[in-house]
């Protein structure tokens, strides 16, 4: 795996906007999605939404219509844009890449970025 770079984390009132990004390094070659995922405190590591190769999406239910999920390829850069951001939404966020590497399917992740919804 190789190592991705997130951003855009932060504190933020109920109600408010974040916008994250994640960068993996250009020598990552062919991509074949890149996601989200966020770890509440005392919980387990979710989905939260990724785009595909296609630029199909998912998205986790407790996120539709709130969060956007973009990339940009000439950059391998993957956006999340959360609106309407509830304090429920308060989590570790975490970038993950899947990609090709030796002909070999391989999962790369991010750090994680802090994300911190409340009054």
């Known amino acids: 795996q190789v190592q991705l770079v997130e951003s855009g984390g932060g504190l933020v009132q109920p109600g408010g906007s974040l916008r994250l990004s994640c960068a993996a390094p250009g020598s990552i070659g062919s991509i074949s999605d890149m996601g989200w995922y966020r770890q509440a405190p005392g919980k387990q590591r979710v989905l939260v939404a990724k785009i595909r190769n296609d630029d199909t999406t998912d998205y986790d239910d407790s996120v539709k219509g709130r969060f956007t999920i973009s990339r940009e390829n000439a950059k391998n850069t993957v956006y999340l844009q959360m609106d309407s951001l509830k304090p429920e939404d308060t989590a570790v966020y975490y970038c993950?890449?899947?990609?090709?590497?030796?002909?070999?399917?391989?999962?790369?992740w991010g750090q994680g970025t802090q994300v911190t919804v409340s009054s």
């Open positions: 993950n890449c899947n990609h090709w590497v030796r002909g070999w399917l391989t999962h790369s």
